[in-house]
């Protein structure tokens, strides 16, 4: 019976080697941007077909080791349990790890909030539940509410590890189930805080952050993001099974990094890789 | 006589083949279609919660570890430990220890060591760091956890230190459905009533089914209505703090729960006899009277029933708490967020590393809420069953 079925994942696999055709699935951070490389570079090659689904970067990782996908899309790093399982099914080789992308990620408030900006270490605090008022921090007297994203979601991590040093998020924070959801309830919501994707933004004020008391406020615009005064910033990530990543797929994730690739990173809000990474 | 018992034995047949079915084969073939069909159901139910138990059992039987410092084993010690040991440090069934070469199993072995440097300076040695965060002491009872000032209950499955106390779930999904019960068991019951004693029967055949409509509605509907708009409306109302909480999240479930409630409860009404309302009407007491002092007493059993299966599709709604309200407070304010059971599920399972602690404490918990809802329902079905053979005179 396995041996049935492994003969099968190897004829699916055969035949869509053949056909010119790439799974791509993970992040739903990256799913957006994705989509928008597998649009252009389908309509330059007519015969290569990919599609693209989203689902989470646990999920991608998941389906990498499954060999269910050819490619897939992470907002973090893989983690060591999966490395290992990834390690496993492909008979003990390593996933290939590209950087595709940078993402800046901004702090937002309500537009009312008189707030402009606030160190790292005001973030940490307020994330953390440990300054529980605006006042504390400058803005009005009013308890701060503040929303996060779902433990699933690999900003959540992102956030976690790096603003909050890995310490816990307040228990109080109301954890939303997107990005969109966090601005839709920072606009509603007078008193509140919330971070997401820079490109995510639209209504609500994004703050400027300092790195400590005496550095200067940056703005998450795209040039701080790029040369990296902006300290909230991550790489977005692709990986694949080194034994797939020739032929098609190959020219596919080399495309995605070249600068014709990466001219299509901005219109979906992320910011391009700094030229030395590149694939040209 | 030997003939006739004989007889009597091949008119029951196989099966009942022979029992009536004789001319009609396409009945008797279907008649067993539908009995394996329902059949399969029993089975589905029965495969689902083994399933569920199994990729639960690790976490009941202690043979899950999160301790975040563990001792690794240099990748050039690979000659020194026997296959075994390295088969069970590496979590490898023997199949797949086979296909590895030793290259990819040092390679293996240095990830694990990669992964413990990987740990940032101030965890390494943090007393939390050493612990197994899935025994059942750290799942029940607070602690006290590096950065906290008291002993706390806490659930935070993503990060360094993993915690995993199920007790603010606990707490969120009680409240969430509390709330809902109270708000809809009144106006579900109060509705039944009023549609089956007092209503005209033109005003029965417009209300009935409108109310039973809203079942139709989808939860992800009634949850982003609750988001967007109750939301906003009951926090102008109320003047309360946080503007998603468990009371937007409890009144929306309502109206999940409502049509539940009130199509049983109806039912259990109008199958109350109508001697008993024809007498009490006989004897001088006005349709309220009927109603309130007559016909509901006699329908209680029915009605308790009706709220206890909604009280388990509450419990197992997902979408509306999902979407209104989802922070692992540990707090009975009904005016205070709330993390559900089945939002956690949901919201978590997606990014859990396959056949890892949080994974299994997933399943757990949706083993916790299967029976849950199986022992509601079953109580539910069975105070019915016993209020209809009551009303029956059958007992």
Not at chain 1, 158 to 164: G, I, P, Y
Not at chain 2, 13 to 24: E, F, L, T, Y
Not at chain 2, 66 to 78: F, N, R, S, Y
Not at chain 2, 269 to 281: E, F, G, M
Request: aromatic share 10%; net charge positive.
């Amino acid at each position: 019976m396995k041996q049935l079925v492994t003969l099968l994942a190897a004829a699916t696999l055969a035949t869509s080697a053949l056909a010119g055709n790439i799974t791509v699935k993970g992040s739903d951070t990256l799913v957006i941007l994705a989509q928008k490389w597998a649009e252009v570079y389908m309509g330059q090659h007519a015969d290569t077909k990919i599609q693209v689904t989203g689902g989470g970067t646990g999920t991608g990782f998941a389906a990498l080791q499954n060999q269910t996908t050819d490619l897939c899309d992470a907002s973090r790093k893989i983690k060591a349990a999966e490395l290992q399982k990834c390690m496993v099914a492909f008979g003990g080789s390593r996933p290939t790890e590209y950087k595709v992308a940078l993402d800046g990620l901004s702090v937002y408030v309500n537009p009312e909030n008189p707030v402009k900006e606030l160190t790292l270490d005001q973030l940490k605090s307020i994330f953390t539940g440990k300054i529980k008022n605006w006042k504390e921090v400058g803005g009005a007297d009013a308890p701060i509410t503040v929303y996060s994203r779902e433990n699933s979601s690999g900003t959540y991590e992102f956030f976690k590890e790096h603003v909050l040093k890995g310490q816990d998020f307040a228990a109080s924070a109301q954890t939303m189930p997107g990005t969109a959801a966090i601005v839709q309830a920072v606009v509603k919501d007078k008193n509140s805080i919330g971070y997401g994707g820079a490109a995510y933004g639209g209504g609500s004020k994004m703050l400027s952050v300092k790195k400590d008391e005496n550095s200067a406020a940056i703005d998450p615009t795209e040039e701080n993001v790029e040369n990296g005064t902006y300290p909230i910033w991550r790489y977005l990530y692709v990986y694949v099974n080194p034994a797939l990543d020739k032929d098609e797929v190959g020219t596919y994730l080399r495309w995605i990094r070249s600068d014709e690739g990466q001219k299509y990173v901005k219109d979906i809000g992320y910011y391009p890789l700094p030229k030395n990474l590149r694939s040209n | 006589m030997p003939t006739n018992n004989q007889n009597s034995r091949r008119s029951h047949g196989w099966m009942g083949i022979h029992r009536g079915h004789k001319a009609r084969p396409m009945e008797w073939l279907a008649e067993k279609f539908i009995f394996l069909v329902s059949l399969s159901a029993i089975l589905m139910v029965l495969l689902i919660f083994l399933f569920v138990a199994r990729e639960a059992l690790p976490v009941f039987f202690g043979q899950t570890n999160t301790a975040l410092v563990q001792k690794p084993i240099p990748p050039e010690d690979l000659e020194k430990h026997s296959a075994a040991e390295l088969q069970a440090y590496l979590e490898l069934t023997p199949e797949q220890y086979a296909k590895i070469s030793k290259a990819g199993l040092r390679d293996l072995m240095s990830v694990k060591v990669d992964a413990q440097n990987d740990i940032p300076e101030d965890f390494r040695n943090d007393p939390d760091a050493q612990i197994n965060t899935t025994e059942w002491q750290y799942m029940i009872k607070p602690h006290q956890w590096n950065g906290y000032a008291k002993p706390e209950y806490i659930w935070q499955p993503v990060g360094q230190v993993k915690k995993f106390n199920l007790i603010p779930l606990f707490i969120g999904t009680l409240k969430t459905t509390l709330i809902g019960l109270f708000f809809a068991v009144p106006l579900a019951v109060g509705a039944a009533i009023y549609v089956s004693q007092l209503a005209r029967p033109r005003t029965r055949e417009i209300v009935k089914p409108v109310i039973e409509m809203l079942s139709g509605i989808p939860s992800v509907v009634v949850g982003f209505f609750a988001l967007i708009v109750m939301a906003t409306v009951l926090q102008s109302v109320l003047r309360y703090e946080t503007r998603l909480n468990a009371f937007v999240a409890g009144i929306a479930l309502g109206f999940a729960v409502i049509p539940v409630i009130f199509s049983i409860a109806e039912d259990a009404l109008t199958s109350v006899p109508r001697s008993y309302s024809q007498a009490a009407l006989a004897l001088g007491a006005s349709r309220w009277q009927t109603a309130w002092q007559v016909v509901l007493p006699a329908a209680l059993p029915g009605v308790f029933a009706a709220t206890v299966l909604g009280f388990g599709r509450a419990i197992g709604e997902t979408m509306i708490v999902l979407m209104v309200c989802s922070a692992s407070v540990v707090s009975w304010n009904v005016f205070d967020s709330a993390r559900s059971i089945t939002t956690t599920i949901a919201a978590e399972m997606a990014e859990a590393v396959n056949g890892g602690p949080h994974y299994r404490i997933l399943f757990m918990l949706g083993a916790l809420l299967f029976a849950a809802t199986f022992i509601s329902n079953l109580i539910g079905d069975f105070v019915i069953h016993r209020f209809k053979q009551k009303l029956e005179g059958k007992r």
